[in-house]
């Protein structure tokens, strides 16, 4: 068990893109839509479509290792793999017990968390916690997605915001005083309708109806969900900047859900922050759900922006519909 004074940090990050690029013009030839329409509505100018013989647990095995090499950390020395996503491999068995297996984790419990978008904060969440009551040393978490797999692609609505990818980071000991500062994870399950895949679970499984019906695709009330994000963005930064006895002039930079550059916009301006201290890189990947923010934070950390001490709110927001963050003062 570590002390109560020691700190909880992410000791390295990694990431996994897919290399099939599809661009705002490839979406062009497939429903009504433009370049313009979608790079001024959503920031968005190219997502990576996963290779069709592979799946999520293969984007989230890529992006784990890199991570345990960036923290130095081996394989066996991982007590649990958490893997946030809302396109597993399959119901059963969980996509971490796939990684699991891949990675030679031998010693680590593995489970799936969905959170839809905000995985990652909840995933944080639960490591920061089973590290703080001593069940757990090191803490892997994966946000992985392969969101093209549940898109409906003769939809102009959602088809030009989503991409596949996976973000992971070790979570373990840090010195004290560093690392996570504090944490807020909330959800809003009156709200739920907004953003929903309505079949294949046990409420509506699998027909030939709803294959014929397309409800195995992400249907979304894109309004609503923008209203909601900026809200939920803005008050819980606002809620770890006070949990952690801070004010705002102190936050050194802000990594957000990368959904839409207006929401990431707009809950800047809330926060009255300046637009140098916000990580954005969605013009490149799109909306891969919960894999967004790590993806973003290990892309500011390896291009050497966010540094030793710095304080990092990690903010993000999603279907159920959920929120969270998570302030981080840097250490590695
Ligand atoms: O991770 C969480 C997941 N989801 C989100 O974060 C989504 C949050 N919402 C959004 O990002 C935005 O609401 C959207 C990007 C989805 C939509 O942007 P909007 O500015 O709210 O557009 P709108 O839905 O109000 O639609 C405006 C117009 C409509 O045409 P009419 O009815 O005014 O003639 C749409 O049919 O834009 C049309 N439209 C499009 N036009 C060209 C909608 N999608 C497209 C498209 N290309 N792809």
């Given at each position: 068990m570590i002390?109560?004074?020691k700190g909880i940090g992410i000791l390295g990050t990694g990431?996994?893109?897919?290399?099939?690029?599809?661009?705002?013009?490839?979406?062009?030839?497939?429903?009504?839509?433009?370049?313009?329409?979608?790079?001024?509505?959503?920031?968005?100018?190219?997502?990576?479509?996963?290779?069709?013989?592979?799946?999520?647990?293969?984007?989230a095995?890529?992006a784990a290792?890199i991570a345990l090499k960036d923290a130095g950390v081996s394989p066996?020395d991982i007590d649990l793999i958490i893997v946030t996503?809302?396109?597993?491999?399959?119901?059963?068995?969980?996509?971490a017990?796939?990684v699991?297996?891949?990675l030679?984790c031998?010693?680590a419990a593995a489970f799936?968390l969905?959170?839809?978008?905000?995985g990652f904060i909840y995933g944080l969440s639960m490591a920061y916690s089973q590290i703080r009551v001593g069940l757990c040393k090191h803490v892997l978490v994966i946000s992985?997605?392969?969101?093209?797999?549940?898109?409906?692609?003769?939809?102009?609505?959602?088809?030009?915001?989503?991409?596949?990818?996976?973000g992971a980071a070790v979570i373990g000991e840090v010195p004290?005083?560093k690392g996570i500062l504090a944490l807020?994870i909330?959800?809003?399950?009156?709200?739920?309708?907004?953003?929903?895949?309505?079949?294949?679970?046990?409420?509506?499984?699998?027909?030939?109806?709803?294959?014929?019906?397309?409800?195995?695709?992400?249907?979304?009330?894109?309004?609503?969900?923008?209203?909601?994000?900026?809200?939920?963005?803005?008050?819980?930064?606002?809620?770890?900047?006070?949990?952690?006895?801070?004010?705002?002039?102190?936050?050194?930079?802000?990594?957000?859900?990368?959904?839409?550059?207006?929401?990431?916009?707009?809950?800047?301006?809330?926060?009255?922050?300046?637009?140098?201290?916000?990580?954005?890189?969605?013009?490149?990947?799109?909306?891969?759900?919960s894999?967004?923010i790590p993806?973003?934070l290990d892309?500011?950390l390896?291009?050497?922006?966010?540094?030793?001490?710095?304080?990092v709110?990690l903010?993000?927001?999603?279907?159920?519909?959920?929120?969270g963050?998570c302030l981080l003062k840097w250490h590695k």
């Amino acid at each position: 068990m570590i002390g109560n004074n020691k700190g909880i940090g992410i000791l390295g990050t990694g990431k996994y893109l897919p290399e099939n690029i599809v661009t705002n013009f490839d979406l062009e030839k497939m429903v009504d839509t433009s370049d313009e329409w979608i790079k001024t509505r959503t920031g968005i100018s190219e997502r990576r479509f996963l290779e069709k013989d592979k799946a999520t647990s293969d984007m989230a095995t890529e992006a784990a290792k890199i991570a345990l090499k960036d923290a130095g950390v081996s394989p066996e020395d991982i007590d649990l793999i958490i893997v946030t996503t809302v396109t597993p491999d399959m119901a059963f068995p969980s996509s971490a017990c796939l990684v699991q297996d891949n990675l030679g984790c031998h010693n680590a419990a593995a489970f799936d968390l969905e959170a839809a978008c905000t995985g990652f904060i909840y995933g944080l969440s639960m490591a920061y916690s089973q590290i703080r009551v001593g069940l757990c040393k090191h803490v892997l978490v994966i946000s992985a997605d392969t969101l093209s797999r549940i898109t409906d692609m003769t939809d102009r609505n959602t088809c030009v915001l989503f991409g596949d990818g996976a973000g992971a980071a070790v979570i373990g000991e840090v010195p004290a005083e560093k690392g996570i500062l504090a944490l807020d994870i909330g959800a809003d399950g009156s709200q739920g309708r907004v953003l929903i895949q309505p079949a294949g679970g046990s409420k509506m499984p699998s027909t030939e109806e709803t294959v014929k019906n397309r409800l195995h695709y992400i249907k979304m009330e894109g309004n609503e969900v923008f209203k909601f994000a900026v809200r939920a963005m803005a008050d819980s930064s606002r809620k770890v900047i006070e949990k952690a006895g801070l004010q705002i002039e102190d936050v050194d930079f802000l990594v957000p859900h990368q959904a839409n550059i207006r929401i990431i916009e707009s809950s800047r301006k809330k926060l009255k922050l300046s637009k140098d201290k916000v990580v954005v890189n969605l013009n490149k990947y799109g909306n891969m759900s919960s894999a967004t923010i790590p993806v973003a934070l290990d892309e500011a950390l390896k291009e050497g922006k966010i540094k030793e001490n710095d304080n990092v709110i990690l903010v993000g927001f999603g279907g159920g519909l959920t929120w969270g963050s998570c302030l981080l003062k840097w250490h590695k």
